[in-house]
């Protein structure tokens, strides 16, 4: 499993291993204190043995660049938070099929309705659900039915129905 941060942050962990072993600690010693497996640290002193600290060195990340840059979500969050009807469309719930025709509208980038949902994951939203509620529901009316009328209405069974084997 991949730790924690970013490319640089972890770049900067294996640059403090590596001057510890170069100090001559040793491989568990220097996992503990950066917080790495000893087989990790163990491949960074190969690493560091063959090819210096260059080696160490942060890849670049592979496959396709985002289409929206880290500006252009954030202009898609703000343009989010102000709700579809403001965007133009005739309710107030979000689809993937809005997100989309949305980020083709303002950015001029086509996304298929089930990718939207991974940039949406990357900006930190989630899926959320409408409550199927009436607006016009009446929580007094509907408790005083629980309480007062359903018990009248509920059949209940016979009496002495509950010891009967048949």
């Not at 107030?92 to 940039?119: C, M, N, Q």
């Amino acid at each position: 499993m991949r730790p924690k941060g970013s490319a640089e942050v972890l770049e900067e962990r294996r640059r403090i291993a590596a001057r510890m072993l170069q100090a001559g600690k040793g491989v568990r010693e220097v996992a503990r204190l950066v917080g790495a497996s000893p087989g990790s640290v163990s491949r960074w002193k190969k690493a560091l043995e063959q090819g210096g600290m260059e080696a160490l060195k942060a890849k670049p990340h592979p496959g396709r660049p985002p289409k929206l840059s880290e500006e252009q979500k954030q202009e898609l969050a703000a343009i989010l938070r102000q709700g579809p009807m403001a965007a133009g469309f005739p309710t107030d719930l979000w689809t993937l099929k809005r997100v989309a025709a949305v980020i083709e509208r303002h950015f001029g980038v086509k996304y298929h309705p089930s990718h939207v949902w991974k940039v949406l994951r990357s900006m930190g939203w989630s899926a959320q659900k409408p409550e199927r509620r009436a607006r016009e529901r009446d929580e007094a009316a509907i408790r005083h039915w629980r309480e007062k009328t359903w018990p009248q209405v509920k059949k209940s069974p016979p009496r002495g129905a509950e010891h009967r084997i048949d």
